[in-house]
Nanobody, 115 residues
């Protein structure tokens, strides 16, 4: 069994920054991908960024140059540094762990960008 827990969401003004954290625990293999997805009201859940166990990253075009994903393998933890936040970044952000077998999702953390 695997548990995935996000933290770090909140309310921030446009142009501000937030850092999200996601910690995975349980039966985690040595090769896996962890990523962040987001879902705004009435919209589908989309990839924001993900990172493999060897450090390959990919980003949604809408966040390139503003968001950075990083991981601490020893801690099975991934971070999402979000800078220059915009109102359109408002969403529930979910962490996902992908490895051999089923995917695991966290419960989500709300990010609201508003003045």
């Amino acid at each position: 069994q695997v548990q995935v827990v996000e933290s770090g969401g909140g309310l921030v003004q446009p142009g501000g920054s937030l850092r999200l954290s996601c910690a995975a625990s349980g039966s985690i293999f040595s090769i896996y991908t962890m990523g962040w997805y987001r879902q705004a009201p009435g919209k589908q859940r989309d990839l924001v960024a993900d990172i493999t166990s060897v450090g390959f990253t990919r980003y949604a075009d809408s966040v390139k140059g503003r968001f950075t994903i990083a991981r601490a393998n020893a801690k099975n933890t991934v971070y999402l540094q979000m800078n220059s936040l915009k109102s359109e970044d408002t969403a529930v952000y979910y962490c996902r762990l992908t490895q051999s077998g089923p995917d695991y999702w966290g419960q989500g953390t709300q990010v609201t960008v508003s003045s």
